[in-house]
């Protein structure tokens, strides 16, 4: 599985932006779907994550009612809707493919993931 994420840019404070990760091949659907983010000179960190499925999504506390982690297996994406972006949520985004067929709960926030890919750049300006 390879993915590409896209969508980062530049928006100000209060704005909003939609980031896409599209993954090649045909087993998308056995895999869990994460976006992490790096800022420069942090540790990466997890933002969200979403099921095989689609049904269960997770978020981080600092995210959690700003951001919508979603999926349609059928175009073999996932997208983050990212609204009222911070300052603080300037970083590099990525996603990530874990394989696992459950409802996720029991590794959400792990980094241990099957694939990820380049990051996308998202900077918000005060």
């Known amino acids: 599985v390879q993915l590409q994420a896209s969508g980062g840019g530049l928006v100000q404070t209060g704005g909003s932006l939609r980031l896409s990760c599209a993954a090649s091949g045909r087993t998308f659907n056995n895999y869990a779907m994460n976006w992490f983010r790096q800022a420069p000179g942090k540790e990466r960190e997890f933002v969200a994550a979403i099921s095989w499925s689609g049904v269960r999504s997770y978020y981080a506390d600092s995210v959690k009612g700003r951001f919508t982690i979603s999926r349609e297996n059928a175009k073999n994406t996932v997208y983050l809707q990212m609204n009222s972006l911070k300052p603080g949520d300037t970083a590099v985004y990525f996603c990530?493919?874990?394989?696992?067929?459950?409802?996720?709960?029991?590794?959400?926030?792990?980094?241990?993931?099957?694939?990820w890919g380049r990051g996308t750049q998202v900077t918000v300006s005060s």
């Open positions: 990530a493919a874990r394989r696992d067929g459950t409802d996720y709960s029991d590794y959400v926030g792990s980094t241990e993931m099957n694939y």
